[in-house]
């Protein structure tokens, strides 16, 4: 068992080996996005058991909670002005994918918030 206690320090760890991917979360070239370079950083694979091993090792990152996109004035997730409920990993996925946050950014939000 690794010693990684946090999905940030995973991201960090993980994201050492290879350039960023979007929209996937390993590419063919071997790129990862954010939550790739996570499950990648603990030993899985993440076009097979990845997000499964996130999942079970963080599951805080899939609980429902009052969480906004930090980018501000973004509307992605509310274009009528409602106020979504969204999960950490959605949030993840979507810096990683539409703002092109780099994956060393989203792991400091994360840490910022004690994940
Ligand atoms: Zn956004």
């Given at each position: 068992?690794?010693?990684?206690?946090?999905?940030?320090?995973?991201?960090?760890?993980?994201?050492?080996?290879?350039?960023?991917?979007?929209?996937?979360?390993?590419?063919?070239?071997?790129?990862?996005?954010?939550?790739?370079?996570?499950?990648?950083?603990?030993?899985?694979?993440?076009?097979?058991?990845?997000?499964?091993?996130?999942?079970?090792?963080?599951?805080?990152?899939?609980?429902?909670?009052?969480?906004?996109?930090p980018?501000?004035?973004?509307?992605?997730?509310?274009?009528?002005?409602?106020?979504?409920?969204?999960?950490?990993?959605?949030?993840?996925?979507?810096?990683n994918?539409?703002?092109?946050?780099?994956?060393?950014?989203?792991?400091?939000?994360?840490r910022?918030?004690?994940?």
């Amino acid at each position: 068992m690794d010693k990684i206690t946090k999905m940030s320090d995973a991201i960090l760890l993980g994201c050492k080996h290879s350039a960023q991917a979007f929209g996937v979360m390993r590419d063919t070239a071997g790129r990862t996005c954010a939550l790739g370079a996570a499950a990648e950083a603990i030993g899985f694979n993440p076009m097979l058991d990845g997000e499964i091993a996130i999942n079970r090792r963080w599951p805080m990152m899939y609980d429902e909670q009052l969480i906004k996109c930090p980018v501000p004035d973004c509307d992605f997730f509310s274009p009528f002005g409602e106020n979504p409920i969204l999960t950490p990993v959605q949030v993840l996925m979507h810096l990683n994918d539409n703002h092109r946050w780099t994956r060393e950014e989203i792991a400091h939000w994360l840490r910022e918030k004690g994940m």
